[in-house]
């Protein structure tokens, strides 16, 4: 079983910053790539960043430039470092990883970032 625990969402001004952590536990032997995902209220969840093991990061295009994804492996966690944020920016945001090559993704519980204009 693998556990995601997020943190790091709040209220904050258009503009602004906010870092995002996600701590993975459990039992498994690698964890594969990790992911932040959004969902706005009344919109489908979006993939916003990702990470591979070896680092390499992709993003959606609205947000290239101003999030940036990183991970510490040692510590099997995974941040999103978002800055000049804009209202549209505001959603739930969900944290998920592949753990053992699996194709299925476990999930965190999200955490909601409001960004006020």
């Known amino acids: 079983q693998v556990r995601l625990v997020e943190s790091g969402g709040g209220l904050v001004q258009a503009g602004g910053s906010l870092t995002l952590s996600c701590a993975a536990s459990?039992?498994?032997?690698?964890?594969?790539?990790m992911n932040w995902y959004r969902q706005a209220p009344g919109k489908q969840r979006e993939l916003v960043a990702s990470i591979s093991s070896g680092g390499s990061t992709n993003y959606e295009d609205s947000v290239k430039g101003r999030f940036t994804i990183s991970r510490d492996n040692a510590k099997n966690t995974v941040s999103l470092q978002m800055n000049s944020l804009k209202p549209e920016d505001t959603a739930v945001y969900y944290c998920?990883?592949?753990?053992?090559?699996?194709?299925?993704?476990?999930w965190g519980q999200g955490t909601q970032v409001i960004v006020s204009s």
């Open positions: 459990g039992s498994f032997r690698s964890i594969n790539d």
């Open positions: 998920a990883a592949r753990v053992n090559y699996a194709l299925n993704r476990y």
